[in-house]
């Protein structure tokens, strides 16, 4: 039996809100568990600088955690940003990436902002899940505007971590399971089955390839849940 009481193979209880905030032009809270994560989707008529001589839009994410969202303070990041706040930026932006057509999007940069309000393991995946959420809802309403054809959106795209804690593959691990894994995976995976990323650490001793499988699978298992309850609350 894990810490919070779960089974090997679940999820802890996922709680996707659409609409959170009023202003962004996609705005999503991601509930795992007691991890929360605001995502809010800024649209911009413009790319950046590098892109301007191709025919194409950007997708771009930012990723912070709120300084109570810890169990002892995090001081804000005012004097540049450490290296694992640009690496999960970089991570939640590959992910979302895979789900849009840019060559469609047109002159324009979607900048999905990640809050995290509180932190109990799995941020970055939980940035993601309900990242692509807020980024649907933001170019549903260009295409509804007949700004963008609907065929801009290429696939859903969900992530979540895995690792193996005393021995044993668990599922989307809360802090207390992912501060002691011997194995850290996080996956992101499309609605057709297809891998965008996958980052796996051995925290202690190497794993056998064995290992890899049997989490790849767990993580599979996990993003097909997630998948359906992103279809869930984009139909409401």
Known sequence: MRVDGRNNDELRPVIITPDYVQYPEGSVLIEMGVTRVICNVTVEERVPGWLQSRDQGWVTAEYALLPRST??????????????????????????????????????????????????G???????????????????????????????????????????????????????????????????????????????TAEGQPFARAVVHELLDLAERGIQELLELQSKALSR
């Open 122 to 200: 799995g941020t970055r995946a939980a940035s993601v899940t309900g990242g692509y959420v807020a980024l649907s809802i933001a170019l549903d309403k260009l295409i509804r505007g007949g700004l963008l054809p609907p065929d801009v959106l290429r696939t859903p795209v969900a992530a979540v971590s895995v690792g193996v804690v005393n021995g044993q593959a668990v599922l989307d691990p809360c802090y207390d399971e992912d501060s002691v894994a011997e194995v850290d995976f996080n996956v992101v995976m499309t609605a057709g089955g297809e891998y965008v990323e996958v980052q796996g």
């Open 71 to 120: 169990h002892t303070r995090t001081p804000r990041e005012t004097r540049g940003l450490r290296g694992r706040t640009q690496e999960i930026r970089r991570f939640i932006g590959r992910s979302l990436r895979a789900a849009v057509n840019l060559e469609k999007l047109g002159w324009r940069t979607l900048i999905v902002d990640c809050d995290v309000i509180q932190a109990d």
